[in-house]
């Protein structure tokens, strides 16, 4: 029982959780001195001190304001700033205080002070950034490895920040030709319901009173708010248990990510924009790991999950283990069937050539003129479509309110 008490004990003492502290005092000359020291309690901080024979007079805990998370955006910014600051000559640590204390977001200067007390500690920046998982992925701390390795780390923090930047690029892009068809269809739903549970009752009690035949597309819009109206619970609670039920599922299970993912490929408008900006993502992620000098099996652990579809996920491992078996790139993508030619070409041509990350590079420069291309060519085509489509449904409902008033002044 002893043996197994203390590993226990010691792994408590090492998860001890530690807080930053600013501390004033005199040293033995009486000059005011102050500093920071990040320790588990005020106590230790007094001892520390007390034996670097400093009198502490006053203590006062670091707080951070409450609120914000850390956003991808955020992430390509301090990488950014950090590949500036280090290529300036700025310390590392004092570079870590300067963006940590200078940041808006308050969980962004916590996150990276965090991370600059574990580097004081002694630990490599790969091994600091690996405790924070959520934030920073596989292919991050795979590429800061590599760079202290090589001696190269404010190269490499400046590919990884134009890499960041790019991905960023490519999904703000999708987002926003997204979300104007998404918003239009919901205020479309909520202006439809409106009228529906609200006006078209009223129009009806108008409707009896004349005592007259309706016409039959009256009838029908009549009909179907009667049905909203007694049923608007069921509706509403279907669609948002619906969406609930869709994102649930989505985020927790593989086979329905891998499903939604092969379905949103062959979208017949969409489809070809989402496939030209997975493989720009996926050949970008390779092209960025290969020339910080990982060899090419350890970098498809990484290129997978970044592609962001798992469909690609999953060819990702499948050309992986041919790779790993001794078939070349170039021949395990074909096997995949997920690459048109264009690519398999470019990257032989990079194998032959011994120039794989150039090639690579230039693909994902190609793919990603045509997303830009395409989403615009998308967004310039959408905005007469959702106005004829909104012009059919919420014309169609006015005109057929109307009709029996028409009727009327002609028979008056």
């Given at each position: ?37 990040r ?137 926003s ?49 009667d ?48 496939t030209?900006?997975?493989i ?8 960025t ?50 690459f ?22 230039k ?50």
């Amino acid at each position: 029982m002893a043996t197994a008490a203390n590993p226990a004990k010691a792994r408590q003492r090492f998860e001890t959780k530690e807080f930053t502290y600013f501390w004033v005092g005199k040293n033995r000359a009486g000059k005011i001195v102050r500093g920071e020291l990040r320790a588990a309690s005020e106590a230790v901080v007094n001892a520390t001190l007390r034996r670097q024979g400093i009198l502490v007079t006053r203590i006062t805990k670091q707080r951070f304001r409450r609120g914000g998370k850390v956003a991808e955006k955020d992430i390509a910014l301090f990488t950014r700033q950090l590949a500036t600051m280090m290529k300036s000559g700025v310390p590392l640590l004092q570079t870590f205080d300067i963006v940590g204390r200078g940041h808006d977001n308050p969980a962004v200067g916590k996150l990276l002070l965090d991370i600059k007390a574990d580097v004081e500690t002694g630990m490599s920046m790969s091994q600091a950034f690996r405790k924070y998982p959520v934030h920073f992925d596989a292919l991050y701390c795979n590429l800061i490895a590599a760079g202290e390795q090589a001696g190269i780390l404010e190269t490499l923090l400046d590919r990884l920040a134009t890499y960041k930047e790019k991905m960023l690029a490519i999904k703000s892009k999708i987002k926003s030709a997204l979300f104007y068809p998404v918003a239009i269809i919901i205020v479309a739903f909520i202006i439809t319901a409106i009228i529906m549970l609200f006006v078209i009752p009223a129009f009806k009690d108008v409707f009896t009173s004349f005592g007259a035949d309706l016409p039959t597309p009256t009838l029908l819009v009549i009909a179907m708010s009667d049905f909203f109206v007694e049923y608007w619970y069921l509706i509403f609670g279907s669609i948002f248990g619906a969406v609930f039920l869709f994102f649930y599922t989505w985020k927790r299970s593989e086979k329905m990510q891998f499903f939604l993912d092969r379905l949103f490929l062959r979208l017949p408008i969409f489809g070809p924009i989402i496939t030209k900006s997975v493989i720009a993502r996926w050949t970008r992620t390779l092209a960025t790991m290969f020339s910080a000098g990982v060899p090419l099996v350890e970098s498809l652990d990484s290129v997978g999950g970044a592609a962001g579809n798992y469909v690609y996920k999953k060819g990702t491992f499948q050309i992986q283990g041919e790779v790993s078996a001794g078939t070349s790139l170039t021949a395990a993508m074909q096997n995949t069937n997920l690459f048109p030619n264009m690519v398999n070409q470019m990257v032989a041509i990079g194998e032959e050539s011994g120039s794989l990350d150039s090639m690579l590079g230039k693909v994902a420069d190609f793919f990603e003129s045509e997303v830009d291309d395409a989403i615009e060519a998308l967004s310039s085509l959408m905005e007469p479509i959702i106005m004829v489509v909104l012009g059919v449904v919420i014309g169609g409902l006015v005109i057929a309110m109307y009709l029996p008033i028409f009727k009327l002044g002609s028979v008056v």
